[in-house]
């Protein structure tokens, strides 16, 4: 991303202006110009600068300058990912209802160390553990497989393959499902949210060689609702994370108009993560560009914002 190249003009912008017209259009153009093609670490230093020279803070001056699906997504920019994941777990909770789909989006998708730290932070800024509020909000054996995840107990990879514990593990998978009348959930929580996701790669594969179905047919065979997503969303992240997060972006945008909560949730928390690998697969796996399919199905300021973070028409 960009370095600091026009944070000057970019003060200037929210003084007050006698053509007033102009100005909001300024305004609206020059954020979305500096602030989706600068890092999380340029953002808050534009932050601090602005507060120094203009004595007030910019996030309000921000959300006096923006509404709707742009103020989203400026105001998500402002927050670290992992104070972004928190907040967007908090706001799938709080309230009544549960936005279930957002719980597996973030919970299952991140790593070891981005669920620990989604864990500190969602403490810092809610004051409350993320584990209770996790439990007070769901039920049965969806709760406790987000439980578990949430926990951070997952192995780390190891340069040592155990060949014995893989065949052992994948045994565990049939005999926990496929293989018996009902399903042995406890077991298939356990390995999923404890093995290396190299582990459970190789698991997977030799998986095949004990049934008659891959670990995602057996999946959608053996359990429904919520835990079924939660548990395709888990493998689909283990074997390639990034064509996870360019079908998700793909059902998004896939009928007239777009789901513009996930677009905006993906767009946001990938865009200093791995979004440039997540244009890669939607270009391999779905015949066109991100950019393009974002462009089609968007319009406006938010449009603009959306193709800024994107990058590039590949």
């Known amino acids: 991303m960009a370095g600091f190249l026009s944070i000057y003009d970019f003060f200037f912008f929210f003084d007050d202006d006698d053509d007033e017209e102009k100005n909001d259009f300024i305004t609206l153009q020059t954020i979305i110009d500096v602030l989706t093609k600068r890092t999380y670490n340029q953002r808050r230093e534009i932050a601090f600068a602005y507060e120094r020279r203009a004595k007030k803070d910019m996030i309000s001056a921000l959300?006096?300058?923006l509404s709707g699906s742009l103020e989203t997504v400026i105001l998500g920019l402002m927050k670290s990912t992992a104070?972004?994941?928190?907040?967007e777990i908090k706001a799938s909770i709080k309230g009544l209802g549960t936005d279930e789909e957002s719980l597996i989006?973030?919970?299952c998708s991140r790593s070891n160390a981005e669920l620990m730290e989604i864990r500190k932070v969602y403490k810092e800024l809610f004051k409350k553990d993320l584990e209770k509020d996790v439990a007070g909000d769901t039920s049965g054996d969806f709760a406790?497989?987000?439980l578990a995840l949430v926990e951070a107990k997952r192995a780390e990879p190891s340069s040592v393959i155990d060949y014995q514990k893989i065949d052992e593990d994948a045994r565990a998978l049939y005999d926990a499902g496929v293989k018996r009348k009902g399903t042995d959930v406890k077991c298939w929580i356990s390995i999923m949210s404890e093995r290396s996701v190299p582990h459970l790669q190789k698991v997977f594969e030799r998986y095949k060689s004990y049934s008659p179905y891959d670990m995602q047919e057996s999946i959608r065979k053996e359990v429904k609702g919520d835990l079924e997503k939660s548990f395709l969303t888990l493998v689909q992240c283990f074997e390639n994370k990034q064509l996870y997060f360019a079908n998700r972006l793909q059902d998004a945008?896939?009928?007239k108009g777009a789901k513009e909560k996930v677009l905006t949730r993906i767009t946001v928390s990938r865009c200093e993560v791995d979004l440039k690998k997540i244009r890669q697969e939607f270009r391999a796996h779905h015949g066109k560009s991100l950019y393009q399919t974002i462009a089609e199905h968007t319009k406006g300021d938010y449009q603009r914002a959306l193709l800024s973070l994107c990058g590039?028409?590949?």
């Open 144 to 146: 406790k497989l987000l």
């Open 105 to 107: 989006d973030i919970l």
């Open 253 to 255: 945008m896939k009928s």
């Open 63 to 65: 959300k006096g300058a």
């Open 312 to 314: 590039g028409d590949d």
């Open 83 to 87: 104070q972004y994941d928190a907040s």
